[in-house]
């Protein structure tokens, strides 16, 4: 079975810290996202990356930037937390295009 | 870009069957997707199916897809309170086939 990883199930920040949710897949995936969820908005995509070192912009990237400097591991940095980033962060992994995307437990972050 | 559109609550008797429905608007999804959130946690994959087909069954589950209408559903047989959880269509086509998300149905399952 794919897993993924991510680091903190629960976070809590304040206004303007610099933050790092890390996540980690050991399938050897190419692709790997990032999205945030939030009550009646669903999921939206902020990141994603398809190769070590590359990355695209997704839907909402403001705000947030990303790092692959490994292929197993993505991570998501807010640069300046703000409150209005306080959500559910959801990583995820996919081999193939054709392949489905898996999920990591998700990481609810706080921004006081 | 995809749209994709479900309804926001669905609520079953414990042993009734249950129907989810999902809608989208590019003809070109190629393959779509159905995940299971319970609370507090990540989406676990359920099921998927590629646009050349228009059924599939896995154990309680099964998906149908109408490619005309651009309608999907899922049944689940059997519902049990286990079940209770929210449910996300997602379809994805050409490109870089990234999935385009439902805002997800709850199902609430009562005895």
């Known amino acids: 079975d794919v897993k993924v990883t991510q680091s903190s199930r629960y976070l809590v920040k304040r206004t303007g810290e610099k933050v790092f949710l890390e996540c980690v897949q050991d399938?050897?995936?190419?692709?790997m996202f990032w999205y945030r969820q939030d009550p009646g908005l669903g999921l939206r995509l902020i990141y994603f990356?398809?190769?070590?070192?590359?990355?695209e912009k997704g839907d909402i990237p403001e705000g947030y930037s990303v790092s692959r400097e490994k292929k197993e591991r993505f991570s998501l940095i807010l640069e300046s937390a703000s409150t209005n980033q306080t959500s559910m962060y959801l990583c995820a992994s996919r081999g193939q295009e054709n392949q489905p995307q898996h999920f990591g437990d998700g990481t609810r972050l706080s921004i006081l | 870009g995809e749209d994709v559109e479900q309804s926001l609550f669905l609520s079953v008797r414990e042993g009734d069957s249950s129907v989810i429905n999902c809608t989208y608007t590019?003809?070109?999804?190629?393959?779509l997707y159905w995940y299971k959130q319970e609370p507090g946690a990540g989406l676990q994959l359920l099921t998927y199916?590629?646009?050349?087909?228009d059924m599939k069954q896995d154990q309680r589950l099964t998906v149908l897809l109408n490619k005309k209408d651009k309608h999907l559903s899922l049944r689940i047989a059997d519902t049990q309170t286990g079940d209770s959880a929210i449910y996300f269509c997602?379809?994805?086509?050409?490109?870089?086939?990234?999935?385009?998300f439902g805002r997800g149905t709850s199902l609430i399952v009562h005895p």
């Open positions: 199916i590629f646009s050349n087909m």
């Open positions: 399938m050897d995936h190419e692709n």
């Open positions: 590019d003809s070109s999804s190629t393959y």
């Open positions: 997602a379809g994805a086509s050409g490109g870089s086939y990234i999935p385009t």
């Open positions: 990356s398809y190769d070590v070192k590359m990355k």
